[in-house]
């Protein structure tokens, strides 16, 4: 079986969980997660981190310090995993779901402004955070974005849960920053199948000194310093444990091998791949992704991708298709959107291969391969259903 995405636990993992059993520092105390949260900071370049126990609770915490509440509009991708709408709805705020673009599938940043500085205009409610996801290891284009907060204060969550590593290459002022690292707040998420995995985790990156002790506090059940059980506002349980951050401190030492091999494994989809009828995974010029999922749209009908999926499992490989949009979800049926359609047909054409950091050579042939070999049935099935029809 070649799975979707598994973790790849190669390096200190043992030694560091050991030295929690030894130590008895197993639980939300202790030194591994100060040096997790400081090695993450460094290696991303912010100035500020702090540990959560999921990439969920991180954007949760993130968002409500952006000033997410009852009553606020937060804007947010409507083609992502269903965690950055939750995340957003724990806060009671309202959701706008911002179609994607489609040459990078992220949210489609430059309609989101333009909607904007419109509603402004008519005196409509504006969305006072913008949670930007960065889809499947693409970073999504950030300018219009910044220009939003510099004209409306609109303040900017980026959840950079799948693109660890990300960044911006070139074409404007962000040329060499990190994913995470240009809005407000930017979170990452450690679940298993991520970049790292610290077995269950996220992250919360900042530069700003009184975000980060805010968002400390809030992960503690915002507990008052000296031990008097006092608390000055309804916080959570949200830190990380020493054991799990053991883990990622582990994972964070091979983080750029990680990160070498998700786009090592890219480049040989994309070369394997090229001549078949079919989108392969968007690259931007001005982009650095770390192509987490190695995801690709089939050709126009919905029975491509389900079939491929079924015909892949046949040959014990693991694709999935990628996710229905937000506005296509039971909880955000009713939610405002703008727009739809592209993430509409992402989803009706796109599936995700594996791309597990240790995939070998071979078996990311026998991929290739059993792709191909799908895809002809398939156009074969759709051309003789086409003449029977
Ligand atoms: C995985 C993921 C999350 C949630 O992270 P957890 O650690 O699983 O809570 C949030 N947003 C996106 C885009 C994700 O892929």
């Given at each position: 079986?070649?799975?979707?995405?598994?973790?790849?636990?190669?390096?200190?993992?043992?030694?560091?969980?050991?030295?929690?059993?030894?130590?008895?520092?197993?639980?939300?105390?202790?030194?591994?997660?100060?040096?997790?949260?400081?090695?993450?900071?460094?290696?991303?370049?912010?100035?500020?981190?702090?540990?959560?126990?999921?990439?969920?609770?991180?954007?949760?915490?993130?968002?409500?310090?952006?000033?997410?509440?009852?009553?606020?509009?937060?804007?947010?991708?409507?083609?992502?995993?269903?965690?950055?709408?939750?995340?957003?709805?724990?806060?009671?705020?309202?959701?706008?779901?911002?179609?994607?673009?489609?040459?990078?599938?992220?949210?489609?940043?430059?309609?989101?402004?333009?909607?904007?500085?419109?509603?402004?205009?008519?005196?409509?409610?504006?969305?006072?955070?913008?949670?930007?996801?960065?889809?499947?290891?693409?970073?999504?284009?950030?300018?219009?974005l910044l220009a939003l907060r510099e004209r409306f204060g609109i303040r900017i969550v980026e959840d950079a849960a799948e693109s660890l590593g990300g960044s911006w290459s070139s074409g404007g002022g962000l040329a060499g920053r990190d994913v995470g690292t240009?809005?407000?707040?930017?979170?990452?998420?450690?679940?298993?199948?991520?970049?790292?995995?610290?077995?269950?985790?996220?992250?919360?990156?900042?530069?700003?000194?009184?975000?980060?002790?805010?968002?400390?506090?809030?992960?503690?059940?915002?507990?008052?310093?000296?031990?008097?059980?006092?608390?000055?506002?309804?916080?959570?349980?949200?830190?990380?444990?020493?054991?799990?951050?053991?883990?990622?401190?582990?994972?964070?030492?091979?983080?750029?091998?990680?990160?070498?091999?998700?786009?090592?494994?890219?480049?040989?989809?994309?070369?394997?791949?090229?001549?078949?009828?079919?989108?392969?995974?968007?690259?931007?010029?001005?982009?650095?992704?770390?192509?987490?999922?190695?995801?690709?749209?089939?050709?126009?009908?919905?029975?491509?991708?389900?079939?491929?999926?079924?015909?892949?499992?046949?040959?014990?490989?693991?694709?999935?298709?990628?996710?229905?949009?937000?506005?296509?979800?039971?909880?955000?049926?009713?939610?405002?959107?703008?727009?739809?359609?592209?993430?509409?047909?992402?989803?009706?054409?796109?599936?995700?291969?594996?791309?597990?950091?240790?995939?070998?050579?071979?078996?990311?042939?026998?991929?290739?391969?059993?792709?191909?070999?799908?895809?002809?049935?398939?156009?074969?099935?759709?051309?003789?259903?086409?003449?029977?029809?």
């Amino acid at each position: 079986m070649i799975p979707l995405a598994e973790p790849t636990l190669d390096g200190n993992e043992a030694r560091y969980l050991q030295e929690c059993i030894d130590t008895g520092y197993v639980s939300s105390v202790g030194p591994f997660v100060e040096r997790f949260e400081r090695e993450f900071a460094a290696a991303i370049g912010a100035e500020h981190a702090v540990a959560c126990a999921s990439g969920t609770a991180a954007l949760h915490v993130a968002l409500r310090l952006a000033g997410a509440g009852p009553g606020r509009l937060v804007a947010v991708s409507d083609f992502t995993f269903i965690a950055s709408a939750n995340a957003a709805t724990y806060t009671g705020a309202d959701l706008l779901l911002v179609d994607s673009e489609p040459d990078t599938w992220n949210m489609d940043t430059e309609q989101l402004h333009d909607d904007v500085v419109r509603r402004a205009k008519v005196g409509e409610r504006i969305p006072d955070v913008v949670e930007v996801v960065h889809v499947l290891g693409h970073p999504a284009a950030m300018e219009p974005l910044l220009a939003l907060r510099e004209r409306f204060g609109i303040r900017i969550v980026e959840d950079a849960a799948e693109s660890l590593g990300g960044s911006w290459s070139s074409g404007g002022g962000l040329a060499g920053r990190d994913v995470g690292t240009v809005g407000d707040l930017g979170c990452f998420s450690f679940n298993g199948n991520k970049i790292i995995t610290s077995g269950g985790g996220g992250m919360i990156i900042t530069d700003d000194a009184e975000l980060a002790a805010k968002a400390k506090h809030l992960t503690n059940q915002a507990k008052r310093p000296g031990g008097d059980y006092m608390h000055d506002t309804i916080g959570y349980n949200y830190r990380l444990t020493n054991i799990a951050a053991a883990l990622g401190a582990a994972q964070m030492e091979r983080l750029a091998d990680r990160v070498q091999a998700k786009r090592m494994i890219a480049h040989r989809y994309a070369t394997w791949l090229r001549r078949l009828p079919l989108t392969l995974a968007p690259r931007a010029a001005w982009a650095n992704p770390t192509h987490w999922l190695y995801s690709l749209l089939l050709g126009d009908d919905t029975a491509d991708a389900v079939r491929v999926v079924a015909t892949m499992a046949e040959a014990n490989i693991q694709v999935r298709r990628v996710w229905p949009p937000l506005h296509q979800q039971e909880p955000y049926a009713t939610a405002e959107c703008l727009g739809g359609a592209v993430a509409e047909d992402i989803y009706r054409r796109g599936v995700s291969l594996p791309s597990s950091a240790h995939l070998t050579e071979r078996d990311q042939r026998a991929v290739a391969t059993a792709l191909t070999a799908s895809l002809d049935t398939t156009f074969v099935a759709a051309r003789d259903g086409t003449e029977r029809g």
